[in-house]
Protein backbone atom coordinates (compact mmCIF):
# COMPACT_ATOMS: atom_id res chain seq x y z
CA UNK A 1 0.00 0.00 0.00
CA UNK A 2 1.39 3.62 -1.08
CA UNK A 3 1.35 5.92 2.03
CA UNK A 4 1.26 9.83 0.59
CA UNK A 5 2.98 12.17 2.48
CA UNK A 6 1.38 15.66 3.00
CA UNK A 7 4.14 16.94 0.54
CA UNK A 8 2.87 14.61 -2.23
CA UNK A 9 -0.53 16.00 -2.05
CA UNK A 10 0.21 19.31 -3.48
CA UNK A 11 -2.65 20.39 -6.24
CA UNK A 12 -0.55 20.19 -8.78
CA UNK A 13 0.79 16.18 -7.65
CA UNK A 14 -2.83 15.19 -7.23
CA UNK A 15 -3.48 16.43 -11.06
CA UNK A 16 -0.16 14.54 -12.82
CA UNK A 17 -1.20 10.96 -10.83
CA UNK A 18 -5.01 11.45 -12.27
CA UNK A 19 -3.53 12.19 -15.34
CA UNK A 20 -1.22 9.39 -15.32
CA UNK A 21 -2.84 6.88 -13.35
CA UNK A 22 -6.37 7.37 -13.94
CA UNK A 23 -6.84 8.94 -17.52
CA UNK A 24 -10.36 7.78 -17.61
CA UNK A 25 -11.13 10.03 -14.99
CA UNK A 26 -9.58 13.30 -16.23
CA UNK A 27 -13.72 14.37 -17.48
CA UNK A 28 -15.16 13.44 -14.41
CA UNK A 29 -16.94 16.23 -12.28
CA UNK A 30 -16.02 17.06 -8.71
CA UNK A 31 -19.30 16.24 -7.95
CA UNK A 32 -18.38 12.52 -9.21
CA UNK A 33 -15.00 12.57 -6.54
CA UNK A 34 -17.66 13.84 -3.81
CA UNK A 35 -20.24 11.12 -4.41
CA UNK A 36 -16.84 8.62 -4.40
CA UNK A 37 -15.75 9.51 -1.36
CA UNK A 38 -19.14 9.68 0.34
CA UNK A 39 -19.68 5.83 -0.92
CA UNK A 40 -16.71 5.13 0.72
CA UNK A 41 -17.30 6.01 3.97
CA UNK A 42 -20.54 4.75 4.07
CA UNK A 43 -19.12 1.13 3.07
CA UNK A 44 -16.56 1.73 6.35
CA UNK A 45 -19.15 3.36 9.00
CA UNK A 46 -22.69 2.46 7.79
CA UNK A 47 -24.46 -0.06 9.63
CA UNK A 48 -25.47 -2.02 6.35
CA UNK A 49 -21.55 -1.56 5.31
CA UNK A 50 -19.61 -4.95 5.27
CA UNK A 51 -16.86 -3.29 7.48
CA UNK A 52 -18.89 -2.51 9.99
CA UNK A 53 -21.16 -5.72 10.10
CA UNK A 54 -17.33 -7.51 10.80
CA UNK A 55 -16.77 -5.52 13.35
CA UNK A 56 -20.09 -5.68 14.89
CA UNK A 57 -18.99 -9.87 15.24
CA UNK A 58 -16.19 -9.52 16.12
CA UNK A 59 -16.94 -6.97 19.20
CA UNK A 60 -19.88 -9.54 19.86
CA UNK A 61 -18.24 -12.92 20.14
CA UNK A 62 -15.24 -10.82 22.14
CA UNK A 63 -18.61 -10.14 24.72
CA UNK A 64 -19.80 -13.48 25.05
CA UNK A 65 -16.41 -15.10 25.96
CA UNK A 66 -16.09 -12.58 28.49
CA UNK A 67 -18.73 -13.25 29.78
CA UNK A 68 -18.42 -16.73 29.97
CA UNK A 69 -14.95 -16.12 31.87
CA UNK A 70 -16.87 -14.08 34.26
CA UNK A 71 -19.69 -17.34 34.87
CA UNK A 72 -17.10 -19.48 35.26
CA UNK A 73 -15.01 -17.14 37.74
CA UNK A 74 -11.65 -17.48 36.05
CA UNK A 75 -8.55 -15.20 35.36
CA UNK A 76 -9.14 -12.47 32.87
CA UNK A 77 -5.88 -13.84 31.03
CA UNK A 78 -7.23 -16.99 30.29
CA UNK A 79 -8.77 -15.25 27.33
CA UNK A 80 -5.81 -14.49 25.53
CA UNK A 81 -3.36 -17.24 26.75
CA UNK A 82 -5.79 -20.29 26.15
CA UNK A 83 -9.31 -19.67 24.26
CA UNK A 84 -7.86 -17.17 21.99
CA UNK A 85 -5.29 -20.09 20.87
CA UNK A 86 -7.53 -22.53 20.65
CA UNK A 87 -9.91 -20.92 19.04
CA UNK A 88 -7.41 -20.20 16.36
CA UNK A 89 -6.22 -23.72 15.97
CA UNK A 90 -9.74 -24.94 15.67
CA UNK A 91 -10.46 -22.30 13.08
CA UNK A 92 -7.13 -23.15 11.39
CA UNK A 93 -8.19 -27.11 11.38
CA UNK A 94 -11.35 -27.12 10.23
CA UNK A 95 -11.81 -23.58 8.20
CA UNK A 96 -9.74 -21.92 5.67
CA UNK A 97 -6.62 -19.37 6.37
CA UNK A 98 -9.08 -16.48 5.71
CA UNK A 99 -11.32 -17.65 8.77
CA UNK A 100 -8.37 -17.78 10.93
CA UNK A 101 -7.35 -14.28 9.80
CA UNK A 102 -11.13 -13.06 11.01
CA UNK A 103 -10.58 -14.78 13.90
CA UNK A 104 -7.51 -12.62 15.24
CA UNK A 105 -9.77 -9.59 14.89
CA UNK A 106 -11.39 -10.66 18.40
CA UNK A 107 -9.83 -9.38 21.46
CA UNK A 108 -9.36 -11.04 24.47
CA UNK A 109 -6.79 -9.12 26.52
CA UNK A 110 -6.43 -8.89 29.95
CA UNK A 111 -7.76 -5.60 30.25
CA UNK A 112 -9.93 -6.01 27.22
CA UNK A 113 -11.57 -9.16 29.24
CA UNK A 114 -11.43 -6.51 32.48
CA UNK A 115 -12.95 -3.70 30.84
CA UNK A 116 -15.97 -5.41 29.40
CA UNK A 117 -16.66 -7.78 32.01
CA UNK A 118 -17.31 -4.11 33.96
CA UNK A 119 -19.58 -3.46 30.84
CA UNK A 120 -21.40 -6.59 31.40
CA UNK A 121 -22.34 -5.83 35.31
CA UNK A 122 -23.09 -2.38 34.32
CA UNK A 123 -25.72 -3.32 32.03
CA UNK A 124 -26.88 -6.25 34.35
CA UNK A 125 -27.28 -3.85 37.00
CA UNK A 126 -28.74 -1.28 34.85
CA UNK A 127 -31.55 -3.69 33.84
CA UNK A 128 -31.89 -5.27 37.34
CA UNK A 129 -32.53 -1.07 38.97
CA UNK A 130 -34.98 -0.86 36.03
CA UNK A 131 -36.96 -3.71 37.05
CA UNK A 132 -37.04 -2.56 40.56
CA UNK A 133 -37.99 0.76 39.72
CA UNK A 134 -41.03 -0.82 37.29
CA UNK A 135 -41.98 -2.94 40.22
CA UNK A 136 -44.30 -2.28 42.85
CA UNK A 137 -42.31 -3.98 45.32
CA UNK A 138 -38.27 -5.00 45.52
CA UNK A 139 -39.15 -8.50 45.84
CA UNK A 140 -42.65 -9.56 44.73
CA UNK A 141 -44.18 -8.90 41.34
CA UNK A 142 -46.29 -11.06 39.49
CA UNK A 143 -43.31 -13.44 38.75
CA UNK A 144 -40.62 -13.79 41.31
CA UNK A 145 -37.20 -12.37 39.79
CA UNK A 146 -34.11 -13.73 41.53
CA UNK A 147 -31.43 -11.32 40.56
CA UNK A 148 -28.32 -9.66 43.02
CA UNK A 149 -28.89 -6.13 43.19
CA UNK A 150 -26.40 -5.09 45.00
CA UNK A 151 -22.79 -6.84 46.37
CA UNK A 152 -20.51 -4.61 48.63
CA UNK A 153 -17.24 -5.40 50.35
CA UNK A 154 -16.98 -4.25 53.81
CA UNK A 155 -13.74 -2.71 54.13
CA UNK A 156 -14.18 -0.16 56.97
CA UNK A 157 -15.83 -2.14 59.26
CA UNK A 158 -19.11 -4.49 60.37
CA UNK A 159 -21.25 -2.63 62.24
CA UNK A 160 -25.00 -2.10 61.56
CA UNK A 161 -24.38 1.97 60.99
CA UNK A 162 -21.80 1.00 58.35
CA UNK A 163 -23.62 -1.73 56.67
CA UNK A 164 -27.12 0.17 56.93
CA UNK A 165 -24.81 3.71 55.15
CA UNK A 166 -24.00 1.16 52.50
CA UNK A 167 -27.23 0.35 51.38
CA UNK A 168 -28.59 3.41 52.41
CA UNK A 169 -26.01 5.13 49.11
CA UNK A 170 -26.51 2.85 46.82
CA UNK A 171 -30.95 3.06 47.53
CA UNK A 172 -30.46 6.77 47.33
CA UNK A 173 -27.70 6.52 43.94
CA UNK A 174 -30.14 4.50 42.32
CA UNK A 175 -33.18 6.61 43.00
CA UNK A 176 -35.07 3.81 44.67
CA UNK A 177 -37.57 3.96 46.66
CA UNK A 178 -37.69 2.73 50.42
CA UNK A 179 -41.45 1.95 50.42
CA UNK A 180 -40.83 -0.85 48.09
CA UNK A 181 -38.46 -2.37 50.49
CA UNK A 182 -40.86 -4.97 51.94
CA UNK A 183 -38.31 -8.13 53.04
CA UNK A 184 -35.26 -8.36 54.55
CA UNK A 185 -33.56 -11.93 55.26
CA UNK A 186 -30.51 -12.16 57.74
CA UNK A 187 -28.86 -14.46 59.42
CA UNK A 188 -29.61 -13.77 63.14
CA UNK A 189 -26.61 -12.19 64.01
CA UNK A 190 -26.99 -9.18 66.57
CA UNK A 191 -25.60 -6.47 63.88
CA UNK A 192 -28.52 -7.30 61.90
CA UNK A 193 -31.77 -7.98 64.23
CA UNK A 194 -30.71 -6.02 67.39
CA UNK A 195 -33.50 -4.76 69.06
CA UNK A 196 -31.70 -0.94 69.56
CA UNK A 197 -29.36 -0.50 66.93
CA UNK A 198 -29.64 -3.72 64.47
CA UNK A 199 -29.95 -3.27 60.34
CA UNK A 200 -33.37 -4.52 60.53
CA UNK A 201 -34.59 -1.81 62.61
CA UNK A 202 -32.54 0.91 60.81
CA UNK A 203 -34.24 -1.05 57.87
CA UNK A 204 -37.64 -0.32 59.01
CA UNK A 205 -37.30 3.65 59.98
CA UNK A 206 -37.14 3.82 56.02
CA UNK A 207 -40.41 1.26 55.93
CA UNK A 208 -42.36 0.68 58.89
CA UNK A 209 -44.14 -2.27 56.69
CA UNK A 210 -40.93 -4.29 55.86
CA UNK A 211 -40.56 -7.58 57.40
CA UNK A 212 -37.47 -9.13 58.63
CA UNK A 213 -37.05 -12.80 58.26
CA UNK A 214 -34.36 -15.60 59.49
CA UNK A 215 -32.82 -17.58 56.70
CA UNK A 216 -34.48 -21.07 56.87
CA UNK A 217 -30.65 -22.61 55.95
CA UNK A 218 -29.22 -20.68 58.87
CA UNK A 219 -31.73 -21.85 61.56
CA UNK A 220 -30.57 -25.50 60.69
CA UNK A 221 -26.83 -24.43 61.48
CA UNK A 222 -28.51 -22.62 64.91
CA UNK A 223 -30.32 -25.93 65.84
CA UNK A 224 -26.87 -27.99 64.94
CA UNK A 225 -26.12 -26.22 68.04
CA UNK A 226 -28.14 -27.38 70.23
CA UNK A 227 -27.99 -30.98 69.31
CA UNK A 228 -29.54 -33.70 72.50
CA UNK A 229 -26.47 -34.11 75.16
CA UNK A 230 -25.28 -37.75 73.63
CA UNK A 231 -25.24 -36.38 70.01
CA UNK A 232 -23.15 -33.44 71.12
CA UNK A 233 -20.47 -35.48 72.72
CA UNK A 234 -20.32 -37.86 69.91
CA UNK A 235 -20.09 -34.92 67.23
CA UNK A 236 -17.37 -33.51 69.63
CA UNK A 237 -15.42 -36.38 69.52
CA UNK A 238 -15.25 -36.62 65.88
CA UNK A 239 -14.18 -32.93 65.57
CA UNK A 240 -11.49 -33.81 68.43
CA UNK A 241 -10.19 -36.55 66.68
CA UNK A 242 -10.24 -34.68 63.24
CA UNK A 243 -8.23 -31.83 64.67
CA UNK A 244 -5.50 -34.06 66.36
CA UNK A 245 -5.19 -35.92 62.92
CA UNK A 246 -4.61 -32.88 60.61
CA UNK A 247 -3.46 -30.32 63.34
CA UNK A 248 0.29 -31.89 62.82
CA UNK A 249 2.26 -31.92 59.93
CA UNK A 250 3.48 -35.06 60.59
CA UNK A 251 0.53 -36.67 61.35
CA UNK A 252 -1.34 -35.48 58.11
CA UNK A 253 1.25 -36.79 55.93
CA UNK A 254 1.64 -40.24 57.75
CA UNK A 255 -2.39 -39.85 57.73
CA UNK A 256 -2.33 -39.72 53.61
CA UNK A 257 0.19 -41.89 52.87
CA UNK A 258 -1.57 -44.63 54.79
CA UNK A 259 -4.89 -43.72 52.47
CA UNK A 260 -2.85 -44.40 49.71
CA UNK A 261 -1.51 -47.75 50.99
CA UNK A 262 -4.89 -48.32 51.44
CA UNK A 263 -6.32 -47.16 47.87
CA UNK A 264 -9.29 -44.88 49.80
CA UNK A 265 -11.28 -43.25 47.60
CA UNK A 266 -10.12 -40.26 50.11
CA UNK A 267 -6.55 -39.30 51.39
CA UNK A 268 -7.34 -36.14 53.85
CA UNK A 269 -10.37 -35.74 56.44
CA UNK A 270 -12.08 -32.21 56.26
CA UNK A 271 -11.48 -29.92 59.00
CA UNK A 272 -14.86 -28.28 61.19
CA UNK A 273 -15.78 -24.61 60.61
CA UNK A 274 -18.14 -22.82 62.78
CA UNK A 275 -19.16 -20.28 60.19
CA UNK A 276 -19.64 -22.15 56.88
CA UNK A 277 -23.34 -23.88 57.01
CA UNK A 278 -22.08 -26.77 55.30
CA UNK A 279 -19.26 -27.34 57.29
CA UNK A 280 -20.17 -29.92 59.94
CA UNK A 281 -21.90 -32.43 57.25
CA UNK A 282 -19.14 -32.95 55.20
CA UNK A 283 -16.88 -32.98 58.13
CA UNK A 284 -19.27 -35.76 59.21
CA UNK A 285 -19.22 -37.75 55.95
CA UNK A 286 -15.59 -38.23 55.35
CA UNK A 287 -14.98 -38.66 59.32
CA UNK A 288 -17.07 -41.64 58.55
CA UNK A 289 -16.05 -42.52 54.79
CA UNK A 290 -12.20 -43.09 56.61
CA UNK A 291 -13.81 -44.68 59.76
CA UNK A 292 -11.56 -47.64 59.07
CA UNK A 293 -8.46 -45.91 58.33
CA UNK A 294 -9.04 -43.61 61.23
CA UNK A 295 -8.90 -46.61 63.63
CA UNK A 296 -5.27 -47.78 62.02
CA UNK A 297 -3.81 -44.98 62.22
CA UNK A 298 -5.18 -44.10 66.24
CA UNK A 299 -4.40 -47.74 67.01
CA UNK A 300 -0.67 -46.88 64.98
CA UNK A 301 -0.19 -44.10 67.49
CA UNK A 302 -1.70 -46.08 70.46
CA UNK A 303 -4.37 -42.83 70.97
CA UNK A 304 -6.65 -45.12 73.17
CA UNK A 305 -9.03 -42.56 74.54
CA UNK A 306 -9.92 -41.79 70.59
CA UNK A 307 -10.39 -45.35 70.15
CA UNK A 308 -13.72 -45.44 72.90
CA UNK A 309 -15.60 -44.14 70.22
CA UNK A 310 -15.40 -47.07 68.39
CA UNK A 311 -15.35 -49.59 70.38
CA UNK A 312 -18.86 -48.74 71.76
CA UNK A 313 -21.88 -49.68 69.18
CA UNK A 314 -23.80 -47.05 70.80
CA UNK A 315 -21.49 -44.40 69.72
CA UNK A 316 -20.94 -45.99 66.29
CA UNK A 317 -24.86 -46.12 65.65
CA UNK A 318 -25.02 -42.09 66.85
CA UNK A 319 -22.09 -41.02 64.62
CA UNK A 320 -23.67 -43.00 61.64
CA UNK A 321 -27.22 -41.11 62.59
CA UNK A 322 -25.52 -37.82 62.72
CA UNK A 323 -23.72 -38.36 59.39
CA UNK A 324 -26.85 -39.04 57.59
CA UNK A 325 -29.12 -36.45 59.20
CA UNK A 326 -26.13 -33.45 58.43
CA UNK A 327 -26.25 -35.34 54.95
CA UNK A 328 -29.73 -34.78 54.05
CA UNK A 329 -29.60 -31.16 55.47
CA UNK A 330 -26.90 -30.36 53.41
CA UNK A 331 -28.59 -31.86 50.45
CA UNK A 332 -31.87 -29.80 51.09
CA UNK A 333 -29.79 -26.82 52.03
CA UNK A 334 -27.74 -27.34 48.19
CA UNK A 335 -31.06 -27.17 46.45
CA UNK A 336 -32.18 -24.48 47.46
CA UNK A 337 -29.50 -22.27 46.34
CA UNK A 338 -31.22 -22.83 42.79
CA UNK A 339 -33.72 -20.71 41.42
CA UNK A 340 -37.46 -21.14 42.13
CA UNK A 341 -36.85 -23.38 44.58
CA UNK A 342 -38.76 -23.40 48.22
CA UNK A 343 -38.37 -25.65 51.42
CA UNK A 344 -41.78 -27.00 50.05
CA UNK A 345 -40.62 -27.83 46.51
CA UNK A 346 -37.92 -29.58 47.83
Known sequence: MNVLSHDSMRPNRLERHLKQQH???????????????????????????????????????????????????????????????????????????????????????????????????????????????????????????????????????????????????????????????????????????????????????????????????HRQALASKALPPKLRQTLDSAIRIVKYIKSSTLNSRLFTLLCEDLDSDHKVLLFHTEVRWLSKGNMLARFYELKEEVIIFLEFKEKHDFLTMFKDDTLQWRLAYLTAIFDSLNELNLKLQGRNNTIISN
Open 23 to 217: PTLVLKTKEFFSSKAESLKRMRLDKSGSYHTGVSQHLKASFEIDFMIAKQKKPHTIGEELIKPCVLKATQIILEEDAEQKMKSIFLSNNTVERRIDDIAADIKSQIINKVKLSPFFAIRDIIQEEILYSQSLTAGTTSEYIFNSISNFVEKNDLNWKKLIGHCTDGAPVMIGVRSGLAKKLKEKNPAMVSTHCVI
